[in-house]
């Protein structure tokens, strides 16, 4: 039993509006990867890198509101 068979061909006004979007606009996907790759894919960080970041980390107090008495 299909859930589905009434509306096979249904597609909703957001699919349109993408499937035009990517029709009138070639290459937008290849831009859209280039801009993900920018904010994602980073080069590893080497291991005297790590232990700078790590030892010059300042340690937060758990409650930054709370007076040192």
Known sequence: MSL???HVNY?????KFI???KEKTPGMD???LA???LLWD???LSLD???RIAESRLRQNAY???TKV
Request: without cysteine; hydrophobic residues 10%.
């Open 30 to 32: 290849e831009r859209q």
């Open 49 to 51: 890198e790590q232990r």
């Open 11 to 15: 597609e909703s006004d957001h699919t």
């Open 4 to 6: 589905f068979k009434k």
């Open 42 to 44: 980073k080069t590893p």
């Open 35 to 37: 801009g993900r790759s």
């Open 64 to 66: 930054p509101y709370q």
């Open 19 to 21: 499937k035009e979007l």
